[in-house]
Nanobody, 113 residues
Framework: QVQLVESGGGLAQPGGSLRLSCRAS????????MGWYRQVPGKAREMVAFITTSGSTNYANAVKGRFTISRDNANNTVYLQMNSLSPQDTAVYYCYMPSGSSWGQGTQVTVSS
């Protein structure tokens, strides 16, 4: 059974940083593309970043240069390092495995002074 469990969300000040983690289980993690999405109330879920099995990455323009996605295949975990946070980054962040259309439960990130 595929499981994706996010952690690391919370409250950050503008300009601050947070690191999200997504621990995966129930599938061969190292062979799957992994991604992060985010959603604010009343808006569609939007792609934040993806990482391939070889470590290639892709980012939404809104986060390019500020966020970094990485993976640790030994620990079945994908990370999202978020720097220079702004209030516009406030959202629920979801871990996603495209090949199984599997989502985590989400973790709230709030950026506010």
């Amino acid at each position: 059974q595929v499981q994706l469990v996010e952690s690391g969300g919370g409250l950050a000040q503008p300009g601050g940083s947070l690191r999200l983690s997504c621990r995966a289980s129930g599938f061969d993690f190292s062979t799957k593309v992994m991604g992060w999405y985010r959603q604010v109330p009343g808006k569609a879920r939007e792609m934040v970043a993806f990482i391939t099995t070889s470590g290639s990455t892709n980012y939404a323009n809104a986060v390019k240069g500020r966020f970094t996605i990485s993976r640790d295949n030994a620990n079945n975990t994908v990370y999202l390092q978020m720097n220079s946070l702004s209030p516009q980054d406030t959202a629920v962040y979801y871990c996603y495995m495209p090949s199984g259309s599997s989502w985590g439960q989400g973790t709230q990130v709030t950026v506010s002074s």
